[in-house]
């Protein structure tokens, strides 16, 4: 008897292990393939996933069930066995997360193809079917074959009885044939430029070397086009390609780019999609239809067949680690992948992270560079403006004098502005002058964010409330929003510069579907002057009549309770000031700040990488922070405060116990998180921070499990190496 080992779609901690089940006689299963299995004591049927198959009988055949039901497809090769395990055993992971990696989006909610009907030509009309109206219709479905089904003919005005004559008498013929949700969409050749000195040496050295790189090429250095060229190499080798960037620089531009050049070789593969469009994309992968995808962090575990180049555009930007089990890194994950079979791993940006740059010198990765502007611009003029000597001063406004200045100047060269804000939720709170109370949400404990509808929001449950007259601590009337919204600002501007034409660009105003794209377009076509945005209009833009950038309030995200402010905010301040002076005339940047003598934004204003990563390398060596370091957290949340405080007590004596004899892994906590509640779950966390090898982890994850045991009835744990975010 053949015997197989599964994974069971079954959520359960307990059950992250492989089940060993039978095949019946006359049967074969294969590594990736997708069963039915009875499961349990009362032998429910679930979906399962074959992970490894074997003649050898089990130790302990009393019980042995076998496999009830075999799907044809499988959805992962053995190949893939060593990437399901290193996600299980580096992100602390089950089996299933793992596997669900590698499915296409919808499976075991049971989605398949929409099939659909579409009309073909059969034979011309003749007799009384050679009648206009039966005419027009034959003409129509002959010059569009199999792009029409009934229903688009009757909305194009054709009658509906007539088109089922044609159909019934045989003139025109139905065929039904899987139909891809996909977006046909055309877009207009991109040609490719002639690269210059930098660009060809990046090509050159990725193209003769499997390996890992860091493209470090500053703010319009033309990476876009390097990337362009390796993926047409590695398409002309029949090789496939992956890029991932972070959903928000997936813009109208770069899609229009990439689809430009490749035309329908590619799959763009993003949040926007539909669950069936990705579905069928991912189908369309497997089939090898397509040998290029673009897309997020989840675009690279798509079904390619021969993968040998990802490129990672963005670097250090934080979405490339999961915060959702498996709470995977993907440039490790795709570093691991690419290793094994002599691929080529490329991570770009303008502002390499700390960690990439310190293995680039370490010689673990190869550094190459594209240290000018690709256009005959050069890096923009920086500025930056201490707004409390504008307080002293008496302006009490937004807009520093010298930033108004600047904006008067282009405005009247007929020249576009961008305006940077960050993070709209830490600007916004709503303070009593007189007591100093300030609105939080009840649930949540973080402050409200105002809206000019005069209501105060909630940025992380989305409750929503009118802001009072008075301040419910003292019922003084003075309250008032602290600091500056995109709306606020909008509003500002409007009045200060009436004439101009002004777009806001934030989570509010692209929540429709075209709207980030109408935006871009009228952007770019010059039907705006001022475009106010957040994070979303940071990178990726590349508009050459924009000649000033002004960046509000560079600090906000200084005062973040994280060992990367200082680097966050560097970058920040570098890739939106690298969206000034990109075409033929010079740009210019002014940074507002109440501390600008931070070395962040000191560095970012001299275009200084190499001397900011100094200074931060030696910080983070000298608190063994990452990168040399690991940090384990641990979050416990819980309705019952009471409950969660008593048990994460326990946990950390258990821990430090445990740990003694790590003597280079420090315990911090327990402590109530930043963000101390979500929709009423408490939230505390422990952090592990030091040389935590996966060993350890594991061993850790363990422990925690069995400490707690029973009492996850009422709590829940997560378990996150190296995290984004420490709130
Ligand atoms: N070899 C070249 N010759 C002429 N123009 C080029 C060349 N390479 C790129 N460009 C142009 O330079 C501009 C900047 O290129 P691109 O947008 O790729 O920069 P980038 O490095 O991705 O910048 P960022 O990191 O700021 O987004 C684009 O308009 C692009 O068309
Ligand atoms: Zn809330």
Known sequence: MTYAQLVVNHEAQ??????????????????????KVPFGQGNRRVDAFVLQVTEEAPQDLKGLKEISTI????????????????????????????????????????????????????????????????????????????EYIKADLVRMGFSQSSVNTLIKHGFLEILSENQYRVNRQSYPDYAPRVLNAAQERAVKAVTDTPGTYLLHGITGSGKTE?????????????????????????????????KGRFGKDITIFHSRLSDGERHDEWHRVRQGRVKIAIGARSALFLPFQDLRLVIIDEEHESTYKSEMSPKYNAKEMAEFMLERK????????????????LRAERGEITKLELPERATAGVLPEMEI????????????????????????????KEEQIILFLNRRGFSTFVSCRSCGFVFKCPQCDISLTYHRDNSLMCHQCGQRKYLPKTCPSCSSKYIKQFGTGTEKVEEAIRQAFPQARVMRM??????????????????????????????????????????LVGILAADLSLNLPDYRASEKTFQLITQVAGRAGRGD???????????????????????????????????????????????LQIILTSLQEEVLIKNIQILDSVLRKYLIKYDKIIVLGPSPCLISKIKNQHRWQILLKGDIGEETAQAVKELVQSTLGKAQKDLKVSIDINPNSMM
């Open 14 to 35: 307990a059950m992250d292990r492989l089940f060993t089940y039978g095949v019946p006689e006359g049967k074969t299963v294969a590594v990736g393939q997708r069963v």
């Open 71 to 146: 799907f044809p497809e499988s959805y992962f090769e053995k190949e893939h066995l060593p990437l399901i395990e290193a996600v299980r055993s580096r992100y602390l992971a089950t089996y299933l997360d793992a596997v669900k990696l590698l499915l296409p989006k919808g499976l075991l909610q049971g989605m398949t193809y929409k099939t659909s009907e579409k009309l073909y030509f059969a034979r011309p009309g003749e007799g009384k079917y050679a009648d206009p109206r039966y005419q027009s219709i034959l003409q129509e479905v002959k010059a569009h074959p199999g």
């Open 226 to 258: 390097v990337f362009l060229e390796l993926i047409r190499r590695n398409l002309e080798a029949g090789h496939d390609s992956i890029m991932l960037v972070p959903e928000i620089s997936l813009t109208p531009q770069m899609i229009e780019r990439f």
């Open 342 to 357: 002599d691929g080529r791993l490329v991570m770009a940006s303008a502002t390499p992270s700390i960690e990439s740059t």
């Open 385 to 412: 403006v201490d707004m409390r000597a504008e307080l002293m001063a008496g302006n009490r406004t937004i807009f520093s004098r010298p930033l108004m200045a600047a904006m008067t100047e282009a405005l009247a």
């Open 506 to 547: 934030d989570r509010d105003t692209t929540r429709q579907k075209d709207a980030y794209e109408t935006m871009y377009q009228d952007f770019k076509n010059n039907r705006c002057d001022i475009l106010i945005g957040t994070q979303m209009i940071s990178k990726g833009l590349d508009f050459k009549d924009v000649t």
């Open 585 to 631: 005339k010079p740009g210019k940047v002014i940074i507002q700040s109440y501390s600008p003598e931070e070395k962040a934004i000191v560095a970012a204003k001299d275009h200084d990488y190499a001397g900011f990563y100094r200074q931060e390398v030696e910080m983070r060596r000298m608190l063994q922070n990452p990168p040399f370091s690991k940090i």
